[in-house]
């Protein structure tokens, strides 16, 4: 049985920096694609960012513009997202999804299998 369990989020004024941990198993960790999507209240799940299987490649969407940063350490089988100077405009659910059949770095929620329970973030002006 596949589990991912997010951590890390919280509440952090404007401006604030906060690193989201998730760690997965039941499943051969190093051997997909992984990625962050978030969800605030009234709006789709969005996909923000993805990275390979071997931490090598990662891709980003455009609104994240050089914020947020994504990687993983497949030893400890954690994921991690690293983000800064948030925005009040950040405050969301964020989840964390990896893949069951191999698809290859994508945001896109359709491409993933396996999602953890989200973990909420508060961003405060």
């Known amino acids: 049985q596949v589990q991912m369990v997010e951590s890390g989020g919280g509440s952090v004024q404007a401006g604030g920096s906060l690193r989201l941990s998730c760690t997965a198993s039941g499943l051969t960790f190093a051997a997909y694609a992984m990625g962050w999507f978030r969800q605030a209240p009234g709006k789709e799940r969005e996909g923000l960012a993805c990275?390979?299987?071997?931490?090598?490649?990662?891709y980003y969407a455009d609104s994240m513009s050089g914020r947020f940063t994504i990687s993983r350490d497949n030893v400890r089988k954690t994921l991690y997202l690293q983000m800064n100077s948030l925005k009040p405009e950040d405050t969301a659910i964020y989840y964390c999804?990896?893949?069951?059949?191999?698809?290859?770095?994508?945001?896109?929620?359709?491409?993933?299998?396996?999602w953890g329970q989200g973990t909420q973030v508060t961003v405060s002006s």
């Open positions: 999804a990896t893949q069951g059949t191999y698809r290859g770095c994508s945001i896109s929620a359709g491409d993933y299998d396996y």
């Open positions: 990275i390979n299987e071997n931490g090598r490649g990662t």
